[in-house]
């Protein structure tokens, strides 16, 4: 086989990365967030209109079998969608019940901006074996540096009984048994809530990122 590159397989690796050289003494504002579930119910009881679609990686890569069409989008986006046949409308309480049933299957959910609006549009329901940006955020932590986290979980020791399901629920791997005991980092937490809503003892809550 050639050592060169086919035309096809360029085309490919272009299409799929950009390069963008950032110059230096520049700073970068995300306003990407991870909302908590009352942070999630806000944005929607605060929308116009409410559309949803399929999750575009579950869809592709199937990697676990988590719902698929969870894909809220509000406002503007919504109507985007709505117009070019990928998403289709929604009610209030439907969009509810999406976020219900996004948290009882552990999924994080994300806000994202459209480019150049200051509003959020969309609030995914993301997993790190199938979205990119999840996979990241949980590779390398840095949620000040990635996304906005307004909130991060505490630990009981008092009312933790150490039954490991906020291990298997944290997608961001800030939880691990440790000769039988839970141990929390919090400097990997983005405070998405999901281990809340499932501990059995109630010994996890979340409170103000300072």
Not at 51 to 80: F, H, M, Q, Y
Not at 108 to 120: A, I, M, P, Q
Request: glycine letters at 8%; charged letters at 25%.
């Amino acid at each position: 086989m050639s050592g060169e590159w086919t035309q096809k397989e360029l085309k490919r690796i272009v299409n799929k990365y950009t390069a963008v050289t950032i110059p230096v003494g520049i700073s970068i504002v995300g306003n990407n967030r991870i909302l908590n579930m009352d942070g999630a119910e806000s944005v929607l009881k605060g929308a116009s209109i409410i559309a949803v679609s399929r999750c575009g990686c579950r869809e592709r890569l199937k990697k676990c079998d988590r719902p698929i069409d969870v894909c809220i989008s509000v406002n503007r986006a919504a109507r985007d969608g709505i117009r070019k046949g990928t998403a289709r409308e929604i009610s209030l309480h439907e969009a509810l019940d999406v976020l219900k049933l996004t948290n009882e299957a552990g999924l994080v959910h994300v806000t994202y901006t459209v480019k150049n609006r200051n509003e959020l549009s969309v609030i995914c329901s993301c997993c790190a074996c199938c979205c990119h940006n999840l996979a990241a955020m949980a590779r390398f932590g840095m949620h000040d540096a990635v996304v906005k986290s307004d909130y991060v979980s505490v630990n009981s020791q008092e009312l933790c009984t150490d039954c490991g399901i906020c291990i298997d629920r944290c997608q961001f791997g800030a939880r691990q048994l440790q000769d039988g005991s839970l141990v929390y980092d919090e400097t990997r937490c983005f405070g998405c809530g999901v281990c809340t809503s499932t501990c059995p003892s109630g010994a996890i809550s979340l409170r103000k990122r300072v």
